[in-house]
């Protein structure tokens, strides 16, 4: 029987009752009919519409561009069979064009126009329609970033300096080619193998005009890594391209740039020779630069704080370079001033951040809400880096900022550029066919470089190779690439055996971290508090790295094969191998949880991990979460005082962006789901470093690979402009 209803306010409310629309799109769609003047039903569906799109992570709802124009189908808003046909019959009959130009509560602007002040609760402009605030934030960021990738003036003595330190920092080190060199076997130690490897090594990209013969003569004859080094003269650096010399480059010319790359592509390595190489700059003249290093989540931060330490300590540069290199990082909450209860932040236009370089790692997570607060909290002079990779899943809430403008990556550099980067580097794009003859389409494209080389994963890694072939939506050469036989993956066809197998295998995994708390005990030679604050600090350090060496992660919150089905059952089996003593009580030794809300009073942030354990230095032993904070330290909290948290044997893919583990597992449903895309797949596999274990259906796996993520924005088309 199809469903008969009178008007789009009755299909509003249907919908609503069927929680299809979440209450807040029924009550906003209720406010705009309440306040239209000429078209109030249709404007309640299209209120309607516009918000629940908005919560999908859609900044827009992206109208037909053909000649009329016409409301998406009501598939949108996952509505099928013979209720949608009556409600596309409904849609279909109304003008929209005119329903639009004549609406009260709606603002119409031509290609060229911009909004300067909030005059109705709804924008149209180039078939697209906003919610007012998100066209501001998306107005407002392309403004910004396109005046922040206008180049900056070098003079000619300054250019030679940079240039001769970035030939510093990115020397070649040819140690990595001995040893690849040294570890062929001697059925592969030929010419053409040699070759090869050299090529790889020192990213060499136009092989005709180098002697082989001569190259191969000084390689064969090596003894020590120093006598490689006639490799100079033999493959000299216009024949090559070092895409990290290239990328820090682009960011000495700009105010504003990006760094994309996937796992292992050295994006943190990068970023820390270019911050050398910006300090030197400024040190030429004069100036001590103000840095700061940020990322959207405790764990990201913590990460990056981590990786750039090591990587400042290996800077081959004078010692006053590296200390005006911060090794610390912070959450953007923490660097925007969170104020408890409020959406504003204490930094912004009227009081903006103090510093001259900010350097944003993980800008994939980052929304278009949060992006205009941090460019609106900019300094005019700051210059800012983004980190990340484009490939991986947008932000959970609205907009793919990121990937909207890595959008322009696919084209070449302008010819000026290239002659800058080539004056800098010694490299030309033009070999690798990344210089546009013509005008580019956007000047954004000159502020942008993807790392082409994963230095974590080469040719003998099978998460490599899988992570590659999903890249491409390619779900036949993924399912090759398991006939491989690499010893770094492992794929168990989803059944009850492997779902069982798969609980088992985590529960010796996690037997790790649980063996360290059961083992713990205060020695009596402890007895001052100094001291035992000390072996407590140093037992929460431990305990919460092993714990993060390996993680269950799922596609899905619910059910059997979500975060919250499997985390009851890897405790069950935790708790009957007696490795955790859980009673009725929620709180037992060894509880992992995840805060999934920021507390900016107690300093925790969602997707922060902590463990549950004796607080030994109180006067009597009681229990509290600890968590390591991103400047190293150790924080602890009550129970009782926890923000918001769940149990964390598992975790979402999502949750699991900013993090990285040593052996990852990844279950998905039995079922495929629009969830299920290619960048879900591709994030969740490279969160492994060294192992990788995949649970799955075949069917739904593939169809995964092949289902893109689509966001409407009208960020990208703004930025071409």
Same mark, same amino acid.
Not at 283 to 306: D, H
């Given at each position: ?421 080539? =004056? $800098?580097?010694?490299?030309?794009? &033009? *070999? !690798?066919?990344? #210089?546009? @003859? %013509?005008?580019?389409? /956007?000047? +954004? ?85 100094? =001291? $035992?604050?000390?072996?407590?600090? &140093? *037992? !929460?350090?431990? #305990?919460? @790295? %092993?714990?993060?060496? /390996?993680? +269950? ?94 149990? !964390? ?73």
């Amino acid at each position: 029987m199809v469903m008969v209803l009178k008007n789009f306010s009755e299909w509003v409310t249907y919908l609503a009752e069927k929680s299809v629309l979440r209450p807040l799109d029924f009550q906003f769609a209720k406010f705009i009919s309440s306040i239209e003047q000429q078209h109030r039903d249709p404007l309640m569906w299209l209120a309607a519409v516009t918000s629940y799109q908005l919560g999908q992570g859609h900044i827009c709802v992206n109208l037909d561009a053909d000649e009329q124009v016409s409301l998406p189908m009501p598939s949108l808003i996952g509505l099928y069979g013979e209720a949608a046909e009556s409600l596309e019959c409904m849609v279909n009959q109304v003008d929209w064009q005119k329903v639009m130009t004549e609406a009260s509560t709606v603002t119409c602007l031509s290609p060229n126009d911009m909004m300067t002040s909030a005059v109705t609760p709804l924008v149209w402009q180039q078939n697209r329609l906003y919610l007012q605030r998100y066209y501001y934030f998306e107005q407002t960021i392309a403004t910004r970033l396109h005046a922040m990738a206008e180049p900056i003036s070098i003079e000619r003595d300054a250019l030679q300096s940079v240039a001769e330190m970035l030939d510093r920092l990115f020397s070649r080190e040819y140690h990595y080619l001995y040893s690849a060199l040294s570890a062929l076997p001697a059925e592969q130690n030929n010419q053409v193998m040699r070759q090869q490897v050299i090529c790889d090594f020192l990213d060499v990209v136009k092989v005709e005009p180098i002697d082989w013969l001569y190259v191969d003569d000084i390689v064969t004859q090596a003894t020590n890594v120093k006598a490689l080094q006639g490799l100079d003269d033999a493959v000299p650096l216009s024949l090559c391209l070092n895409w990290q010399k290239v990328a820090a480059a682009v960011a000495l010319t700009r105010r504003f740039a990006v760094i994309s790359g996937g796992p292992g592509t050295g994006k943190t390595t990068t970023v820390t020779k270019l911050l050398a190489a910006m300090v030197h700059q400024a040190n030429q003249a004069g100036e001590s630069p103000s840095i700061k290093l940020v990322a959207p989540t405790g764990k990201a931060a913590a990460r990056l704080t981590e990786s750039i330490g090591k990587a400042v300590d290996s800077l081959t540069v004078e010692p006053e370079i590296k200390q005006q290199i911060p090794t610390e990082s912070s959450t953007l909450h923490r660097l925007l001033g969170a104020i408890p209860g409020r959406v504003e932040f204490r930094h912004n236009k009227a009081n903006p951040l103090h510093l001259d370089v900010l350097v944003l790692d993980e800008a994939s997570m980052v929304d278009l809400p949060m992006m205009h607060r941090l460019l609106d909290a900019l300094p005019a002079h700051a210059r800012l880096i983004l980190l990340g990779d484009k490939d991986q899943l947008a932000s959970v809430e609205a907009g793919a900022v990121l990937s909207d403008i890595c959008d322009f990556a696919q084209f070449g550099y302008s010819s000026q550029q290239n002659d800058l980067i080539q =004056a $800098l580097t010694q490299f030309d794009c &033009r *070999l !690798a066919g990344k #210089v546009e @003859s %013509s005008k580019s389409a /956007s000047a +954004l494209v000159d502020s942008l470089c993807v790392l082409q080389k994963s230095y974590r994963f080469d040719a003998r890694s099978g998460i490599g190779q899988l992570a590659k072939q999903v890249n491409l939506a390619n779900s036949y050469g993924f399912d090759q690439v398991w006939n491989k036989a690499f010893d770094d993956i492992e794929w168990l066809a989803l059944s009850a055996d492997s779902y069982q197998q798969l609980v088992d295998k985590l529960v010796r995994t996690y037997k790790e971290y649980l063996a360290l708390l059961l083992r713990s005990n205060p020695q009596e030679e402890l007895q001052s508090a100094e =001291a $035992l604050s000390h072996w407590q600090q &140093r *037992l !929460a350090r431990e #305990v919460l @790295s %092993s714990f993060a060496q /390996s993680r +269950l992660l799922c596609a899905v919150r619910e059910g059997d094969f979500g975060v919250s089905g499997l985390n009851q059952r890897i405790e069950k089996r935790l708790k009957q191998r007696g490795l955790i003593s859980r009673g009725d009580e929620a709180w037992y030794i060894g509880r992992p949880v995840m805060v999934t809300r920021n507390d900016h009073g107690l300093g925790l942030f969602n997707g922060d991990i902590g463990i549950c354990m004796w607080d030994y230095c109180a006067e009597t032993p009681r229990l509290k979460v600890f968590f390591e904070l991103p400047d190293g330290s150790i924080k602890s909290v009550l129970p009782s005082r926890m923000p918001e948290h769940e149990t !964390a044997y598992a975790m979402t893919i999502h949750k699991s962006q900013g993090s990285e583990f040593s052996h990852t597992f990844m279950i998905l449903p039995t079922d495929f789901s629009p969830l299920l895309t290619k960048e879900l797949i591709y994030t969740g596999i490279t969160r492994a470093k060294k192992q990788f274990t995949l649970v799955a259906d075949q069917r739904v796996v593939n169809r995964g690979i092949r289902h893109k993520t689509l966001r409407h924005s009208g960020l990208a088309k703004r930025l071409a402009n």
